[in-house]
């Protein structure tokens, strides 16, 4: 063999060495099948949803779900830990271990817990990890067809005329819709009498039915009972006029500013989530939030995109978190007490 040939030879070898030791570096890096740090995940993660199946979160978590199962070509499964206002499931989140495997969809106030709602072994304020900003949707104050109201001020001078006897309904106390109608409450001083329910379809049904007079709800669970004229709406929560319902006023325009309330939703999980998992799922959820069939489906859900990263996600949540605990201090006791009732 000549020298030209046996150099070849030597370099073509090396390079074949360089080359097996990247894929060897790369396959202990992401093995096949992972996209996440050191093979994150290698086995099915739960994505806990605090709410009944065939509500908005309900909706959010699968969606996401499956995006994230076709992502890490491994199983996001959600499972819903229903009960106590969402405390339940948030309470089974905060306990587990920070390895990833397990997620909530959490929704506005709810994710903390405020006080007073529940007894727990962990604080709301420390218990989880932000991974990121998922969106909003507004609410609707709505009324049973049978109530003799069409306005927000027409609903606060029935309540005045009949202290007690109009009833509300919401998931439970500590819940976004909870405190929105607690706030009106306290706002007009208005006395209306709060029924507990295990999930808003629930509510919705007995809102319907005419067993419940009044409730705050997402848009879009009840745009097709206002739509045909099963169930009255009065106001959104939205600083502007929602597209789907151009005819109901906001309660800013009702003279009710202090009603506007954002029902945010945000992935998150236990507190202390090593940073580079923290990372790798925010990465993630910004790719599913960016992909058109993902938008296409939140946005049916009336969802309003708005992603951030989890630095600014924590910091959203804590100052809403600050308020929501100011305002439960400011509740009655006995009302922020009230246990679930068995429906």
Known sequence: MCIATRKTTARTRRRAAAA?????????????????????????????????????????????????????KQSFIVENRVGAAGSIGYS????????????????????????????????????????????????????????????????????????????YGSAGAGTTPFFTMELLKSQQKINLTHVPYRGQPEVLTDLVRGEIGVTAMTVPLVIQQVQSGKIRALAVTSSTRVPSLPDVPTVAEQGMSGLAISNWFALMGPAKLPPDIVASLASALTEALAAPDVRATLGDLGLAIQPAAPAETLAFVQADLARWIAMSRSLDSDLINTKEAKK
Not at 52 to 70: K, Y
């Open 92 to 167: 089974a989140v905060a306990r587990a271990l920070p390895d990833g495997y397990t997620l909530v969809v959490a929704s506005g106030p709810t994710t903390m817990a405020p006080p007073g709602s529940a007894t727990t072994s962990w604080q709301p304020q420390t218990a989880f990890s932000a991974i990121g900003m998922i969106g909003n949707i507004p609410q609707a104050i709505i009324v049973s067809s049978g109530l003799p109201v069409r306005t927000l001020p027409d609903l606060v001078d029935f309540a005045k005329s009949r202290p007690g006897q109009v009833n």
């Open 20 to 72: 097996g030791l990247i894929s060897l570096l790369a396959a202990c890096v992401l093995p096949a099948g992972a996209t996440g740090p050191a093979g994150y995940p290698d086995r099915p993660v739960t994505i806990v949803c605090a709410f009944p199946p065939g509500g908005i979160v309900d909706a959010i978590a699968r969606r996401l779900a499956q995006h994230f199962s076709a992502r890490y």
